[in-house]
């Protein structure tokens, strides 16, 4: 069940992928803005994301077929697919995430 909701929830948001925007919700009203936090691109992969964002906060056990995992930072979280990504989203009162020196 949790990997059919994850599936529709991620192909729900794949068609709103090139966009750079966040849906929030205020007092019950749905909102659309515009998202400054940098995240992961789609097909990047894992030791990709690792070296640009650094290590995630919290790392998610794999689900499914195929294997859909999830990694949180601070102000987003990355959905992969096997070892790609297929869709990073911005997590409620997220800031720009911070560039990483070197």
Known sequence: MQTRILVALLCGCATTAGALAETI??????????????????G????????????PVARHPTVGKPPITRWDYPSFSVFFEHDRVIHAVAT?????APVPAG
Do not use: C, L, W, Y
């Open 25 to 42: 919700v205020v007092d019950d009203q749905v909102q659309v803005r515009q998202s400054p936090v940098e995240r992961p691109k789609r």
């Open 44 to 55: 990047i992969t894992m030791a990709q994301v690792e070296a640009h964002f650094g290590a």
């Open 92 to 96: 409620a009162n997220a800031a720009p």
